[in-house]
C-alpha cells in the first residue's frame, strides 16, 4: 500500500519541509492541495516553483496527485467558492484547468475535485447538468495533457455519495479519464452500505485514496481511533489499488510531523493485520 499524506495538514510548513518531513517518515507520497502557502495558483512564479519541486519530489522519491479543496483559494470571503455550479463557474473552470497543467508538470497522475454546494433555489437536475457540462469541459482538457480526474463526493454537496458519482459519471458516459477519489471516512459518514462493501463497489472507478478516521453523521475528519471504524476490513477490500493512500487531517497542521507519524504508524498496524486476517488492529487497543 503506498501511503501518502495531503499537504493541507502541513500548512504551516513550506511545501519543500514537508515533502522532505514526509519521506523521512516512510510515506511513498503527497497529495498536494494548490493554495496560497504551497505552489499558489496565482503566484507569477508558479511555473520555476512546480519545476523546482517536480525535482524534489523525484530525489526524495515520493509520488504526487494534485487536490484542490483549499478553502479560500478563490474566494477570500466564500470558503470553497465559486463552484462548477455556482453561476460564475469559470474561475473554477480556470483554477481546475490550472491544476491539471500543475499536475502534469509534477508528473502526477491524477487532480481531485468536488461539487460545490447546489445553489438556493436550484433544482437537483439543472445542478447535475450544470456539473456535468463543466466535467465535460475540464475532461477535454484532461485528454489534452494527459491527466485523469479524481472526483469526491463530499457531504453535503450536490453530489455526497457513490449514488451520486454514478449519476454524474453515467451523464458523462464514463469518460475514462472521469475516476473517483473514494474518501474512507465521508463513505462510513454517509453511505448506507458497509464500509468494506462500499469500498469494494467504489474501487472499478477508483483513481485517489483519502483516509481518516470519523464518526457516522458526522462530517470531521479525525485521527485514526478517534471515530468509529475498523480499518482492516477496509484495507482488505482495497488490495488491488495501485495508487496513494492519502491522509487527510487539514485542521491537525499545528502538530502535523506528530500526526503524520502516528497515522503512518497506524496504517502500517492495519494493513499488517488485513494481510493475516486479524480483526481488530485497525484500532487502538481498548477502544472498540
Not at 501518502?4 to 498536494?32: K, M, Q, S
Not at 519541486?53 to 467558492?81: M, N, Q, S
Not at 479519464?177 to 454517509?190: A, E, K, P, S, Y
Not at 472507478?205 to 470531521?220: A, P, S, W
Amino acid at each position: 500500500m503506498k501511503w501518502a499524506y495531503c499537504t493541507n495538514g502541513f500548512a504551516d510548513h513550506r511545501l519543500p519541509e514537508a515533502l522532505a518531513v514526509l519521506a523521512d517518515l516512510g510515506y511513498a507520497g503527497a497529495a498536494i492541495t494548490l493554495d496560497h502557502g504551497h505552489l499558489d495558483p496565482y503566484s507569477p512564479g508558479l511555473a520555476a516553483e512546480v519545476s523546482r519541486i517536480a525535482g524534489l519530489l523525484e530525489r526524495l522519491g515520493l509520488d504526487a496527485v494534485v487536490e484542490t479543496g483549499g478553502r479560500y483559494t478563490l474566494d477570500p470571503l466564500r470558503k470553497h467558492h465559486p463552484t462548477l455550479i455556482s453561476d460564475d463557474a469559470e474561475r473554477r473552470v480556470e483554477f481546475l484547468t490550472t491544476a491539471m497543467r500543475v499536475a502534469a508538470d509534477l508528473g502526477a497522475p491524477v487532480v481531485h475535485l468536488w461539487s460545490g454546494v447546489r445553489p438556493d433555489g436550484m433544482q437537483e437536475g439543472e445542478a447535475y447538468t450544470r456539473l456535468a457540462c463543466q466535467c465535460a469541459r475540464l475532461l477535454d482538457e484532461a485528454d489534452r495533457v494527459g491527466v485523469t480526474l479524481g472526483f469526491e463526493p463530499e457531504p453535503g454537496m450536490l453530489v455526497a455519495d457513490l449514488d451520486g458519482f454514478e449519476r454524474l459519471r453515467a451523464m458523462l458516459d464514463a469518460h475514462p479519464r472521469f475516476g473517483l477519489t473514494l474518501d474512507i471516512g465521508h463513505c462510513h459518514c454517509v453511505e448506507r452500505e458497509a464500509l468494506d462493501t462500499c469500498v469494494r463497489r467504489a474501487l472499478p472507478y477508483t483513481v485517489h485514496v483519502q483516509i481518516e478516521d470519523m464518526c457516522r453523521g458526522v462530517h470531521e475528519h479525525l485521527e485514526f481511533g478517534e471515530g468509529e471504524i475498523d480499518f482492516v476490513p477496509v484495507l482488505a477490500a482495497l488490495d488491488g489499488y495501485s495508487g496513494l493512500v492519502a491522509v487527510e487531517l487539514a485542521r491537525h497542521s499545528h502538530a502535523a510531523p506528530l500526526v503524520a507519524r502516528r497515522s503512518i504508524d497506524f496504517l502500517r498496524r492495519a494493513h499488517e493485520g488485513a494481510g493475516t486476517g486479524v480483526a481488530g488492529t485497525g484500532r487502538p487497543a481498548g477502544q472498540g
